[in-house]
């Protein structure tokens, strides 16, 4: 047996609660890694909520986690480059609020000694994320695309994937993140009435080609179909019901199309070229996720909420 965090109701945090599990066998195309550290998502708390019980059914008692690092324990059928030893970071869709979790090898990477295993746990979905949006909305070099949330955990590598490829972005954050956003080559811009005038003004030529929100607010939805000029150039990743609304797309990693290894990739780069910027919110231990999902709650973050194991 092996220790986990899960909850066995709908609710708020306390939920969250010590259980034991079997140790997983890997399958076919799968890794098991001993979790040395894991992020912490809005994805862990909507599912908690029951906010998508409709499009995520779930069995309770659930462990929640979608990413994790640590050290490969065993590999699966037809698994090749990694072996039991190896030092990984990688994302999935449930199960890392665990000593032992489950890994698709496709979603998975060698974790360099150089980036420490609270970055490595807090990498993965937010640069999948990034990759993602990038390749749904088709952003080309020279475009402006609009991020509405551009401080949170996605924008942060959003924001510094589309700086490498000549993409300008435009931010709305909050003042206080305004520096934080210039700093990862943003032009940002404050919420709130008057948004549509002040995008206008700071975009290059007064032109927003793409927009994604990525904030969840009602209004930026029909704000972004009006800058961009068509429904078909606005993502969300944060409003499926607005989304719907104004017949924009909604992506939540549903694609066909696989972006980890891309993803990874540029953000490795970034690294090794010393110019990746991943900060932490806080690191707890993974005994504590239920303050983490406070923490998390509580929303206005700048950087990643991080458990160890």
């Known amino acids: 047996m092996t220790k986990a965090i899960a909850f066995s109701e709908y609710g708020d945090p306390d939920v969250l609660a010590p259980i034991d599990i079997e140790v997983p066998e890997p399958g076919p195309g799968q890794v098991r890694v001993a979790v040395r550290t894991l992020g912490v998502n809005p994805l862990d708390r909507r599912l908690r909520t029951g906010e998508l019980a409709a499009l995520f059914p779930i ?134 009435e008057g948004l549509a005038e002040r995008v206008r003004a700071a975009a290059p030529g007064g032109r927003v080609d793409r927009a994604l929100d990525a904030s969840g607010r009602a209004d930026e939805i029909p704000l972004s179909v009006e800058l961009t000029g068509a429904a078909d150039r606005v993502l969300s990743i944060a409003n499926a019901v607005g989304a719907q609304q104004h017949g924009v797309r909604f992506s939540g990693g549903q694609e066909t199309e696989h972006f980890h290894q891309r993803a990874f990739a540029a953000a490795l780069e970034l690294h090794g070229a010393g110019r990746l910027v991943l900060p932490l919110h806080r690191v707890l231990p993974l005994a504590e996720a239920a303050e983490a999902h406070r923490i998390s709650e509580h929303g206005h973050l700048r950087g990643k909420v991080v458990l160890t194991v």
């Open 59 to 192: 069995a309770f008692p659930f462990v929640p986690g979608c990413e994790v690092a640590g050290t490969v324990t065993a590999v699966g059928e037809g698994v090749t480059g990694f072996a039991p030893g190896d030092e990984v970071f990688g994302g999935m869709m449930a199960g890392g609020y665990a000593e032992h979790a489950l890994v698709q090898a496709e979603s998975l990477a060698h974790k360099p000694a150089s980036l420490s295993w609270e970055q490595a746990a807090a990498l993965p979905t937010g640069a999948e994320t990034a990759e993602r949006v990038l390749g749904v909305l088709g952003v080309r070099p020279g475009e402006t695309l609009l991020v509405h949330g551009a401080a949170g955990g996605v924008g942060t590598l959003l924001l510094q994937f589309a700086r490498e490829r000549g993409i300008t972005v435009v931010g709305t954050a909050s003042e206080a993140n305004h520096g934080y956003l210039r700093e990862l080559g943003a032009i940002p811009v404050a919420y709130g």
